[in-house]
């Protein structure tokens, strides 16, 4: 199944490239247990050490898990497999630049997910919305920090009403900077969280209405007003 690796300086990466290779290709499949470690590194003609150390880069990257006493397995890969290294990646570079580039992407992408949303949402969906807009309106004043969950939550459901699994993967890591950012706008801007209610709940009703084009126009407005509040805070980020 797997060929002798010659090169020793590479060792480690090759097994874990040879490996993350297999299960790309089904030959190993989600929950299916991997030979043992004394079986890979006879195939690879390789050192525990060596083995190891690829076994741990492939852990670390959830392809694979390691149970004690009972092997090595292939991973169900999910969604956080992957949103997660992005929001660190967004959370680690995030500056006036990124912040920018952020709205910029949301801007581009939103109008159309809620006008998908006004069209494909379900009853949950709609259940699912109003619930947190409940939330948010019943949220104490004082609280920024559960108004920011609660506004990412709400944006989060306008991504998964969508209907397509994709849309939410990709705009999650976003999403998630907002609480942080929110928590600022709304504790230092005048009439922001008033501003954010107000075009929810339009967003919302044009959404449960199946008015894809007054979504889309709602959401354009939002994000200008959104855009306009991140600058007045900017300097409070960084």
Known sequence: MFTKIGNPLSLSKQIARDIEKSILEKKFIPGQKLPTEMELCDMFDVSRTALREAIKMLSSRGLITVKKGSGIFVEDYSATNVTKPMQLFLELNLDKEYLKHIIEVRKLLEPQIVRLAAVKKNDRDIAEMEKILQDLNDCPKDNFEKEGML???????????????????????????????????????????????????????????????????AMKEHLRIAEQHSTEIEEELW
Not at 153 to 179: C, D, R, S, T
């Open 151 to 217: 506004d990412r939550n709400f944006h989060l459901a306008l991504a998964k009403a969508a209907g397509n699994p994709m849309v939410p993967m990709i705009l999650e890591p976003i999403f998630q900077l907002m609480p942080k950012i929110k928590m600022l706008i709304y504790s230092k801007v005048e009439n922001a969280k008033k501003a954010a209610e107000l075009y929810h709940e339009k967003i919302f009703v044009c959404i449960k209405k199946g008015d894809a084009d007054g979504a889309a126009q």
